[in-house]
């Protein structure tokens, strides 16, 4: 029975052992990096599950009747499915259940072989059994790989949406992210937070173009549908599996201070940090970026008008960061200094 949504890796059982079956479904669950989406003990009906999952572990019987079938299937069209063979005994030369196709594909390295003594062995301490955490280790890299490609279109795709420059996505980001540096170091270098960042506007993509690019006031019925876009981003992104920090900043980008923003009217310590420093941030680089309906305003104006908004829409102690990031960035760059006393 296949479960919705595997969150991490996706995993796929093929052996007729229940107790077997059982047994390291309950290690995979306890371990937290994987989900198994579906089981059989019939190997025609692995290999159908494999094809229609394509998991990114696929661990099956070694018998030579069930083993090598699935092994030669899985390298002509699995081909980034990690195979997980079970067998009697860990030794190749002496497990006669294991057939010619999976012995060479072991020797050659594209499996990993796991004894029934090694899943003993894990259930004693309550851990993953060797031979599977190594599998994972693969999958891990090719599923990160994949799902990054992917961000990296959606941003994309949301910023072609609004007709903004690449360069504006980074820039919004490293700003946040020097923002964050100064107040908790992790949150900055959480590769999550980055995520959640790149990804702030993706639920633009669900919005109609009369509403996003319309170049008059949105009536209360635009408006209403264009503050539903931080919802849509998270349920976008949800496949991903991304992190409950980068979920945040997509949702929680547009709350203010004072409890006025949305989609959930969050206030003060309510709203998340990165979020908080994301919401400065992008409030900056929009007044000094241009725009196909006005021109960048100065930075110096930008700060000004940031500030008096500190307390209101921005967290006044997430301003004074911004502040002190741009003036230094400012000063360094271009010898200047700007007057905030006013």
Known sequence: MTKHQPVNLSVVIGDPRPRVVETLSRLIDNDGNADVVA???DPTQTATLARQVRPDVLIIDGEEGFGDPIVSFSRTFLPETRVVVLTEDIRLEESGGLGVEAQLAAISGDLWIMSLSDIDEAVRRNALPSALANAYVPAMRQKRHRDLATIEALAGAADLRESKA????RRVTDLALSCLERVDNSLAASEEVRLG????????LGIPDAILHKPGKLSSYEWLVMRRHPEIGVDLVEPIGLGPSAKEIILHHHEHWDGSGYPNGLAGQEIPIPARAFSVADAYDAMTSDRPYRRAMSRGDALQIIKSRAGRIFDEDMVDVLMSVVTIDL???????IDLTG
Do not use: Q, R
């Open 197 to 204: 960042c790149v990804l702030h506007d993706v639920g633009k």
């Open 331 to 337: 000063a360094e760059s271009e010898d200047v200094l």
């Open 166 to 169: 690449c360069g504006n996505l």
């Open 39 to 41: 089981t059989s003990a």
